[in-house]
């Protein structure tokens, strides 16, 4: 813990893909250093309806990024008249934050997305001053990120369905957050798929 | 500019060990990558060494205190076999490693240490100790570098934890070489310092050591 501002707050996010579905959780505390001050701290933010965002770090820029990317695709959408992707979105966000290069906002963001027609999924991370990834399969940020990287690398089997997929992110993340003392209390699970999106809030070890 | 200067008298060169008691065996495995920094100082180095006395010690973390550590508890071995003309249990052996670590309190063995072995009744033990000395008995164990990727595997691998029926899941001891293939797999993944391959040792009462080698990445 120390001094480190993205540890400050605490609290971690996971994204997994599968088979034309694709899962982000995150756990629900909220904390200062080693004192719990809420614990119904979602870190997950959706943008349009197969787009999702989640934000670990210092917990007043979780805010303030979330809602200037609200601000941002709203003028997409109605400006350029058409849904936001994934990747659109992605490029968004990572422009936002390397507009803040030289005075960073202190987080690091997860965007997990599915277009819908073709059942293609996306899932990419970025650091706090938007560095692009690859569309990956698995990734993590947060103070569990390492506790979460071991479990996930285990679980995470391609084309997985909905159900496996559910699974493996949760049992990922819960078994993640047990070993760090600045995330846990509870957590929430999204499954994105083509017809329908599911949200299951999973209770988990509450200390 | 002033450039500060200082001479640091350890350093870090990673190793990953794993520790499994059992009913009646002991699983232990470490890879095989030896580091310092971002170099790779070999990649055939195991942090697995056998006492005399048949128990196992894990040692990972300075390699040169390991091997202080290594040297200096071989001899304490030796003297005790001598002095009361029986081999030391694996209990009794980890008390003696707390006491000695200790002992250096205010200059530590940077190093990250368990013993294994097999109790008076042929039951699997493992102790785990922190650089000062500090013991526990445990039913598994993980230290070094890629502690964080394996501890919450076991967790849940033998624990059974945030599962609908929590508990000690019991395995032979193959299943458990095979639980920690797969995971050194998955960590070599995700951790820089972990790689080359795996060294695990099966320790039962009839059968004494066996050793199994498994290739990681080598990158």
């Known amino acids: 813990m120390g001094d480190d501002i993205m540890s400050y707050n605490g609290g971690v996010a996971l994204a997994m893909k599968g088979k034309e579905c694709v899962a982000i959780a995150c756990d629900k505390r909220y904390g200062v250093q080693n004192r719990t001050i809420a614990t119904n701290f979602t870190k997950i933010f959706q943008y349009g309806d197969h787009c999702f965002v989640a934000l670990c770090g210092l917990a007043t820029d979780v805010q303030t990024v979330s809602e200037r990317l609200k601000f941002r695709t709203n003028l997409y959408e109605l400006r350029e008249q058409r849904k936001l992707k994934p990747i659109v979105l992605y490029n968004m966000l990572t422009n936002l934050l390397y507009e803040r290069r030289f005075g960073p906002y202190f987080v690091y963001a997860l965007v997990a997305g599915l277009d819908p027609k073709t059942g293609e999924t996306f899932v990419y991370d970025s650091d706090n001053i938007g560095a692009i990834s690859d569309n990956v399969n698995l990734a993590t940020v947060g103070t569990a990120s390492d506790f979460i990287f071991g479990l996930g690398e285990l679980f995470f089997k391609p084309n997985m369905n909905p159900d496996e997929l559910f699974e493996a992110t949760s049992q990922a993340l819960l078994n993640g957050v047990d070993r760090d003392s600045a995330s846990g209390w509870g957590a929430i699970v999204y499954v994105i798929e083509k017809d329908k999106i599911t949200l299951r809030e999973l209770k988990g070890r509450q200390d | ?219």
């Open chain 2, 1 to 219: 500019m002033v450039k500060e200067h200082g001479w640091y008298p350890y350093e870090f060169q990673s190793g990953t060990t794993v520790a499994v008691a059992g009913d009646d065996y002991v699983v232990v495995a470490s890879d095989t990558r030896l580091t310092e920094n971002y170099a790779i100082q070999s990649r055939t180095h195991s942090n697995v060494y056998k006492m005399h006395n048949n128990s196992l010690l894990l040692s990972t973390g300075f390699l040169g205190d390991v091997l202080t550590l290594k040297k200096t508890l071989e001899g304490r071995i030796k003297t005790y076999e001598y002095t009361h003309s029986k081999p030391i249990s694996t209990p009794a052996l980890a008390q003696m490693i707390s006491i000695m670590m200790y002992g250096r309190r205010f200059f530590p063995y940077y190093t990250n240490t368990v013993i294994t072995g097999l109790d008076t009744d042929g039951k699997g033990c493992v102790y785990a100790f922190d650089p000062v000395g500090s013991m526990t008995k445990q039913l598994y164990a993980c230290e070094g570098s890629a502690m964080p990727l394996i501890l919450p595997i076991l967790d849940a691998r033998i624990l059974g934890k945030n599962t609908s029926n929590p508990g000690h899941v019991k395995r032979t001891k193959e299943e458990t070489v095979t639980m920690i293939k797969d995971i050194y797999m998955a960590a070599c993944e995700r951790n820089v310092e972990l790689g080359d391959g795996v060294v695990i040792h099966t320790l039962t009462k009839d059968k004494g050591i066996e050793t199994d080698v498994h290739p990681l990445r080598k990158d």
